[in-house]
């Protein structure tokens, strides 16, 4: 749903691209940053975490400022995707121009020359290597995919315990099942039949 509005408040950044305006969670139209935790890699070859880096960047230019923002559309996440100023500064334009942030062309070409601009200037993130942040994401939830894949096709019931200590198991088809992550090193485990699990002391998911 897209709400054309405008609204405003001081500044609290979450990640690269990411902040809160007042009470609205706010993910800015047309810019990518790494994700918190991404590594970049430096000419001398040593990696770091440039995903927090750039957070450190971006909060320390607009954190606890006022901001403008005009809203664009609502992410599927719930956030105002939105264009933002602080004192009339375009954030995502300078997040792009400074190397903090690409270009996200395929939502908006806005930056795209502020990025080309960077790039070819070796302008922060552009100064090291680094996989583009959707490349990290996607790569990110197929490693996850393939480590939450039953090891046998026959034993797909996943027995999840819960943070208070229930345990529980999820039949494929249930609500939950596709991200519940099995995680054997505490204590969690697949099973091949309902009755298997409720010997060993798990109950089914009630949805």
């Known amino acids: 749903m897209v709400m054309a509005q405008g609204f405003g408040g001081p500044v609290r950044v979450i990640d690269g691209d990411t902040f809160d305006v007042g009470g609205i969670r706010v993910r800015l139209h047309g810019v990518d940053a790494p994700e918190l935790g991404q590594g970049c890699t430096g000419a001398d070859g040593a990696a770091w975490d440039c995903g927090t880096w750039v957070a450190d960047q971006l909060r320390a230019r ?9 809203t664009v559309e609502t992410d599927r996440y719930g956030r105002t995707v939105a264009t933002c100023t602080v004192a009339r500064q375009d954030v995502g334009r300078m997040l792009v121009a ?3 942030a690409l270009a996200y062309r395929k939502y908006s070409m806005a930056y795209d020359l502020d990025e080309k601009r960077a790039v070819i200037a070796g302008r922060g993130l552009h100064a090291h290597r680094f996989a583009r942040p959707e490349d990290h994401r996607r790569a990110v939830r197929e490693e996850r995919a393939a480590q939450n894949a039953a090891p046998d096709q026959g034993c797909a019931i996943k027995g999840n315990i819960s943070g208070s200590g229930t345990r529980i198991y999820h ?3 249930q609500a939950d099942y596709a991200r519940t992550t099995i995680r054997p090193d505490q204590g969690e485990r697949w099973f091949c039949s309902e009755a298997e699990a409720r010997a060993a002391g798990w109950r089914r998911a009630r949805r």
Do not use: D, N, W, Y
């Open 171 to 173: 039949m494929p088809g």
């Open 98 to 100: 400074e190397g903090l």
């Open 62 to 70: 607009i954190g606890g400022r006022i901001a403008r923002c005009e």
